[in-house]
Nanobody, 125 residues
Framework: EVQLVESGGGLVQPGGSLTLSCATS????????MMWLRQAPGKGLEWVSG????????AYENSVKGRFTISRDNAGNTLSLQMDSLKSEDTAVYYC??????????????????RGRGTQVTVSS
């Protein structure tokens, strides 16, 4: 059974930092690209960042470029998202998700075949 479990969310002040983690199991982690998505209150699901299977190449949505860093630990089957200089508009539920195919492009916004339940990030003073 494929499982994706996010952690690390919380309340942070504007300008602060958080690191999200995603523990995975039930599939061969190191052969699939992975992504982070988010959903702000009242809005649709938004692609935030993608990373290739080796962790060599990454891509970001324009509003988070230079502030967020995606990474992965293939030995530990975990995906991470370091978020710096957080803004109120980053408030959302953050999800990790798996691209469906070995050849999926980590720069694409989707589709995905599995997604975690999410972790809440709230940026507020």
């Amino acid at each position: 059974e494929v499982q994706l479990v996010e952690s690390g969310g919380g309340l942070v002040q504007p300008g602060g930092s958080l690191t999200l983690s995603c523990a995975t199991s039930g599939f061969t982690f190191d052969i699939y690209a992975m992504m982070w998505l988010r959903q702000a209150p009242g809005k649709g699901l938004e692609w935030v960042s993608g990373i290739d299977s080796a962790g060599t190449n990454t891509a970001y949505e324009n509003s988070v470029k230079g502030r967020f860093t995606i990474s992965r630990d293939n030995a530990g089957n975990t995906l991470s998202l370091q978020m710096d200089s957080l803004k109120s508009e980053d408030t959302a539920v953050y999800y990790c998700a798996k691209y469906p195919h070995r050849e999926s492009d980590f720069r694409s916004s989707g589709p995905y075949d599995y997604r975690g339940r999410g972790t809440q990030v709230t940026v507020s003073s």
